[in-house]
């Protein structure tokens, strides 16, 4: 993996992030949703996650219904698809892109029961730097590799 100057820019504001009000708390799952634009760098960082995981698991997660209804509405979204909407939890939490990491620390993104220190200086400029590398979604990355490999027949 490419180390990217972006992704050292992340760690250094998520460094300095209490994530203490986090722990244990899953208000922000609602906001998992797909369609969510990734690095390389990140696809490759959840797929190791995903190979570390038992496989039972990875595929319990990733065959449940992820259409669900947006609370208080009619209206239905679609899961991430490493969301476990049975248990209220990340598949690849450890692993989970940058946006996701910033959930409840930024001013687009803040916390739902206003439990974190609120927006946190340089998440927007981190962002515009993040949106100006190449990203795609974990499946058009992963429908690249798949084409990219050498077929087992």
């Avoid at 009619?74 to 940058?98: H, K, M, S, T």
């Avoid at 927007?124 to 949106?131: E, F, G, I, P, S």
């Avoid at 499946?139 to 690249?144: A, I, R, T, V």
């Amino acid at each position: 993996m490419t180390p990217l100057p972006v992704l050292d820019q992340a760690a250094g504001l998520l460094a300095r992030l209490d994530q203490a009000p986090c722990n244990g708390c899953d208000a922000c799952g609602t906001r998992c949703t797909a369609g969510i634009r990734i690095l390389k760098a990140e696809f490759e960082a959840i797929q190791a996650e995903l190979a570390r995981l038992p496989a039972a698991e990875v595929a319990r997660v990733i065959h449940q219904e992820k259409r669900l209804p947006i609370p208080g509405t009619a209206e239905q979204y679609v899961a991430c698809r490493f969301r476990d909407v049975e248990r209220g939890r990340c598949l690849i939490y450890p692993a989970r892109p940058l946006i996701c990491r910033l959930f409840g620390h930024v001013e687009w993104l803040p916390c739902p029961i206003q439990q974190t220190a609120g927006p946190q200086p340089g998440g927007v400029a981190l962002m515009q730097a993040y949106a100006d590398y190449p990203r795609q979604t974990y499946e058009e990355w992963l429908s690249e590799e798949t084409a990219a490999s050498p077929s087992d027949s």
